[in-house]
């Protein structure tokens, strides 16, 4: 091998020896292609779409008259088949048209019929499914564009720690050396695709090779940056495709269940009134089935005001019956399961989207080797002596670096136990990132529960109000209170309003008790 040039900025690399301005000719005739490429691809698609938009009228006009009627456009999307075509041609699920009810086909019917003759004629079909097409398309296209902002950083980086010549491009051997010698890289990729680093390392050489392959979209031999942020930007969005479809069916496991509990529930408690209502919620047998089925601890329950609780009927009683049925009563559980389920995912997709960028930088800190895992000992020196990484750590967790610094070796191995979720003896990246936001999440439910409750603030308040003020001075007049709104807050309580505040409080013989006040103002 070559030596490198004496002085050379990084001896690892070599000049280039083509002229740079060749290769950026050479790039810009190959954007040229792939974008005509491109157009000539959605051109084909418009096309088909179409042709298929045709196709699924002519299916539906089973009297061949060459319009539909609102019972044979009822009756042609409730046809799996024409149902099939049509979402071909929209680029919506089929599943949508054939969950639509009678006012939802209405209403679709009417939006379509744009001269409202009552009919839909083929290019009022043909017109509107293509306006539906586009419009998918535009949503697509904008949520493109909003990930591809989120992952260019990244792409960048990756390039540059596998781009061993300079040249702005990855060729094949550099593809493969990045992804099996340089973790820095494979991390970087994972991030951009939304994958984990174990499925990338557990790529096979021709695993790697067809993965180049789909990346060299000009087939050039070498993945230029665009290439680079396109193709992961299209196995990210495939990602949040698939995840979208299992949480649909996660969503639909945890309806399934939360009806079942409903039932168990229902069966203990019958049918309701407001008085057996409040009586059912005080039984623990009827509580604990209630719980379980909504997934809210029994303690949410128990600390129930009378009020709560018929609020909560009121809630439940949405015929205004005055009782509770067992549609109303399933209907309110599964909508609760359904908000604490999609309310703990949202935090804890949250709180990961918030630690990602902070774990992959501190174990760029610590690791160098290929393994990309912490073992227990590099875990606990990196608690240990690693500034970098401890800061890194602590701005993703949201817990001071003076918390981490006081852990004993013991207690790091706890954690290291904890976050090793496979019990593989080894903490990889994923598992780090869901520990950190396991850690981050507790943290935060921990400031709220410090935070005091209204009815403890306006003890402390009205406490703090009466016992501060001067003997016989424990009453406010409207002028001192119009003197103290306004030196709470001057720019919200302007004269129209604190008129208005003034004129609804009752007063007695011109006064008002401090007390009075703040519960009023509470």
């Not at 709180?351 to 912490?374: K, N, Q, R």
């Amino acid at each position: 091998m070559l030596a490198a040039p004496r002085g050379h900025p990084n001896p690892r690399k070599a000049v280039p020896a083509f002229p740079t301005t060749c290769l950026a000719q050479i790039r810009l005739i190959r954007k040229a292609r792939v974008d005509q490429e491109r157009q000539q691809q959605e051109a084909a698609m418009l096309d088909e779409a179409l042709s298929i938009a045709a196709e699924a009228f002519e299916s539906a006009d089973f009297d061949l008259r060459g319009e539909l009627d609102l019972q044979s456009f009822m009756q042609a999307l409730g046809n799996t088949k024409v149902a099939e075509k049509v979402s071909q041609a929209t680029s919506v699920p089929t599943e949508w048209f054939l969950s639509l009810d009678v006012g939802q086909m209405v209403q679709l019917f009417q939006d379509i019929d744009a001269d409202a003759n009552g009919k839909v004629s083929f290019q009022e079909w043909i017109l509107a499914l293509l306006r539906v097409r586009q419009a998918n398309q535009e949503d697509l296209k904008a949520e493109r564009q909003q990930e591809m902002a989120a992952i260019e950083s990244l792409v960048e980086e990756a390039l540059e720690e596998g781009d061993e010549d300079w040249s702005g491009e990855l060729d094949f051997r550099e593809f493969i050396a990045a992804f099996r010698c340089n973790p820095r890289f494979v991390r970087k990729v994972a991030l951009a695709a939304d994958t984990t680093v174990e499925d990338l390392s557990g790529l096979e050489n021709e695993d790697l090779e067809q993965f180049f392959a789909v990346l060299d979209t000009d087939r050039s031999g070498t993945i230029s940056f665009g290439e680079f942020v396109n193709g992961l930007l299209d196995i990210r969005l495939k990602r949040h495709a698939y995840a979208r479809e299992q949480a649909e069916a996660e969503n639909q496991a945890v309806i399934d269940v939360a009806y079942l509990d409903a039932l168990d529930a229902f069966s203990q408690a019958g049918e309701l009134d407001l008085d057996s209502f409040h009586k059912a919620l005080q039984q623990p047998a009827i509580l604990e089935k209630v719980a379980v089925a909504s997934q809210l601890a029994p303690e949410f329950f128990t600390k129930l005001s009378k009020q709560d609780i018929r609020d909560m009927f009121a809630r439940m009683d949405t015929d205004c019956s005055g009782g509770i049925s067992f549609n109303e009563w399933v209907a309110a559980i599964v909508n609760t399961r359904q908000e604490v389920y999609m309310t703990e995912k949202l935090e804890q997709e949250t709180a990961i989207a918030a630690v990602m960028g902070d774990a992959a930088a501190a174990m760029d800190e610590v690791l160098e080797d290929w393994t990309g895992e912490f073992e227990l000992q590099r875990f606990i020196s990196a608690f240990q002596t690693n500034s970098a990484f401890l800061q890194k750590v602590s701005h993703a967790t949201g817990l001071p670096v003076e918390e981490y610094q006081r852990l004993q070796a013991s207690d790091l191995k706890d954690l290291f136990d904890a976050l090793d979720m496979d019990f593989s003896g080894t903490v990889s990246f994923s598992e780090f990132v869901e520990g950190l936001a396991a850690i981050r999440r507790a943290h935060e439910a921990a400031i709220l529960e410090e935070v005091p409750s209204p009815t403890a603030s306006r003890k402390v308040v009205k406490d703090a109000m009466v016992q501060g003020a001067p003997e016989g001075m424990d009453i406010i007049t409207p002028t001192g209170l119009r003197q103290l709104m306004c030196l709470l807050d001057a720019d919200r309580w302007t004269p129209a309003k604190l008129d208005k505040l003034i004129a609804g409080l009752p007063w007695t013989n011109g006064t008002l008790p401090l007390s009075k006040l703040v519960d009023l103002l509470y």
